[in-house]
């Protein structure tokens, strides 16, 4: 398997590739399916429909990966927490964690992660359909950013009920991360045992903390997490996506084994620091897929800086939803014609 491979940093016939939130509203076959299912949230608990939808990038795009169809948030949403997706806002947890009696409420540990039968549900359908030679991306949310929403009670800009609590009781902020920590390392272990053969674990909030509190509250939980599931599963490769800590690669380690290289973070940089130790994944330009021309110029650009080895092409965030989808072809296409020179 390629994408497994050159997770390892393993020679490969070409650099694979695969694009975050490759699943979703730019591909009109996914929208057929989501108003078939109702809402997102149904679509989530609809292992059928949700193993459909996963499929899809494969089969239309052609991307090296699925990645499991679900959401980050679905963890929080098990553990207790009542969640909707609002049109035009996004997630909203209606009652947020502001004290100790709200934590204790929620559930933790093996019986959370239990609750997520769905989405083993989902990876065991679509591991049966999915070409042999092709991977399956299970992945999570890391604590740092589900607490943030779990606090918050929904996106935030200015994070400021969160970092509230870490200055004025750090202590209990520690409490809820370890609390979530516990419920993904069973949620991770579970996907790993349902069939996923890579994880990735998303913290797309992470630039919010300044460098060593960043550390302090995130950064070691990644890690606990990682250590947890390479000792349980060696032959499982790990992927981790910091985003926006482009400043602070000097001090990443663990037992992971890619590193998501977000794409405000230049991609020589990412190489010097952590090229030797880590295979790379990423780093282009979201938007760049409004233009074909723009596309190409990143994708010639990355290729001549990593060689076409230890990395793995893909976008440094997500897909956006007006995205052509030829456009999304295009980029697929020419990252294996590039990397295959
Ligand atoms: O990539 C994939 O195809 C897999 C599915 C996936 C989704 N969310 C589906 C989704 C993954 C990997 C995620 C992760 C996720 N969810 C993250 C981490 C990655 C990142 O983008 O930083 C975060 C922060 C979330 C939380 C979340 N879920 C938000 C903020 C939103 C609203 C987004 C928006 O643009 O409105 C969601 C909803 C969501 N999750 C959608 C999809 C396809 C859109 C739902 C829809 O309207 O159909």
Same mark, same amino acid.
């Given at each position: 398997m390629i #994408?497994?491979?050159?997770?390892?940093?393993?020679?490969?016939?070409?650099?694979?590739?695969w694009m975050m939130r490759q699943a979703g509203r730019y591909l009109p076959e996914y929208m057929e399916v989501r108003k078939k299912a109702g809402n997102f949230l149904n679509l989530c608990? %609809?292992?059928?429909?949700?193993?459909?939808?996963?499929l899809q990038p494969v089969d239309i795009v052609g991307v090296d990966a699925a990645i499991i169809f679900s959401d980050i948030l679905v963890v929080p949403n098990e553990m207790g927490m009542e969640l909707d997706f609002v049109k035009?806002?996004?997630?909203?947890?209606?009652?947020?964690?502001r004290e100790k009696k709200d934590l204790d409420k929620l559930i933790g540990g093996k019986e959370a992660a239990d609750k997520l039968d769905y989405v083993y549900e989902t990876i065991k359908l679509t591991r049966e359909k999915l070409d042999k030679d092709k991977a399956l991306?299970? #992945? /999570?949310?890391?604590?740092?950013?589900?607490?943030?929403?779990?606090?918050?009670?929904?996106?935030?800009?200015?994070? %400021?009920?969160?970092?509230?609590?870490?200055?004025s009781n750090p202590q209990f902020l520690h409490e809820v991360l370890k609390k979530v920590s516990e419920v993904v390392k069973h949620y991770l272990a579970n996907q790993i045992r349902a069939g996923v053969d890579v994880v990735q674990i998303f913290d797309s909030w992470a630039a919010a903390l300044e460098k060593d509190a960043y550390f302090e509250f995130s950064w070691r939980?990644?890690?606990?997490?990682?250590?947890?599931?390479?000792?349980?599963?060696?032959? /499982?490769?790990?992927?981790? #996506?910091?985003?926006?800590?482009g400043a602070y690669l000097d001090d990443i380690d663990g037992d992971f084994d890619v590193f998501g290289v977000d794409w405000g973070t230049p991609m020589e940089l990412a190489k010097e620091k952590l090229g030797a130790k880590y295979v790379l994944q990423g780093n282009m330009e979201p938007c760049r897929l409004y233009s074909k021309v723009a596309?190409?110029?990143a994708v010639e650009k990355i290729s001549s800086i990593m060689?076409?080895?230890?990395?793995i092409f893909n976008l440094g965030h997500g897909i956006l939803p007006d995205v052509p989808v030829e456009n999304a072809k295009y980029f697929i296409s020419l990252a294996k014609e590039v990397t295959k020179r």
């Open positions: #994408f497994v491979d050159a997770c390892f940093g393993k020679e490969t016939p070409y650099t694979p590739v608990h %609809s292992p059928k429909l949700a193993s459909e939808v996963t035009g806002e996004g997630p909203v947890f209606e009652k947020p964690i991306i299970g #992945f /999570t949310g890391a604590p740092w950013t589900l607490a943030t929403y779990m606090i918050e009670g929904q996106g935030t800009k200015t994070y %400021s009920v969160v970092k509230k609590m870490l200055y939980y990644i890690k606990d997490i990682v250590s947890y599931i390479k000792k349980e599963f060696p032959n /499982t490769p790990i992927i981790v #996506f910091p985003k926006g800590i596309t190409k110029e060689q076409n080895k230890r990395h």
